[in-house]
């Protein structure tokens, strides 16, 4: 029991799962989807000029191999953001552009409490750990694939878990 209200969650036990009560975040809802290509203005005249989503920004980074701009579609707390990438090279990793649906981003009501409790549940998650995210908000990535010592994951898909601002959280908790 916590605070009243049963919760229950997966425990690693082993090769086992075991019942257990207490998770202690929760995931809010959809904060972007990315989608990529090899040439960002094919996705920006669908997104932008065939769709009227809304450009709010944009991002570059080496490291991460990205060229991106942001768009929103929905408003305040219910917005959710599309990122539409392009590799800035590609022959280098990582393939922003590969799949073509790159990730999802969830909102998550405490990332630092999530990441604990997920790493020892056994969910592996990618190198870098928390860090700031193109919209400037804490994120961090699950791994699409699980592996030995972190046998669980999304199977295939990149998901973002992304620290919601208090407003976020406010209304969708």
């Known amino acids: 029991m916590q605070n009243g209200k049963r919760v229950i969650f997966w425990i690693k036990d082993q090769k086992n799962l075991e019942k257990t009560d207490m998770r202690p975040f929760k995931i809010l809802g959809i904060q972007q989807v990315a989608v990529g290509g090899e040439d960002k203005k094919k996705l920006e005249t669908f997104w932008v000029d065939i769709l009227g989503l809304e450009k709010t920004g944009t991002f570059r980074s080496e490291k991460e191999n990205v060229d991106e701009d942001i768009l929103r579609m929905g408003k305040g707390a219910y917005a959710v953001e599309v990122d539409i990438m392009q590799p800035i090279d590609v022959n280098k990793s990582p393939k922003v552009h590969e799949p073509k649906l790159n990730h999802i981003g969830l909102w998550v009501d ?15 998650f990618t190198p870098g750990g928390i860090r700031k995210g193109a919209a400037g908000y804490d994120v961090c990535f699950i791994h699409p694939k699980g ?15 992304v620290q919601a601002p208090a407003d976020v959280i406010k209304a969708l908790s």
């Open 110 to 124: 405490d990332i630092h409490k999530a990441v604990e409790w997920l790493t020892v549940k056994g969910v592996r």
């Open 147 to 161: 592996n030995e010592e972190f046998p669980y994951s999304s199977e295939g898909v990149l998901v973002e878990l």
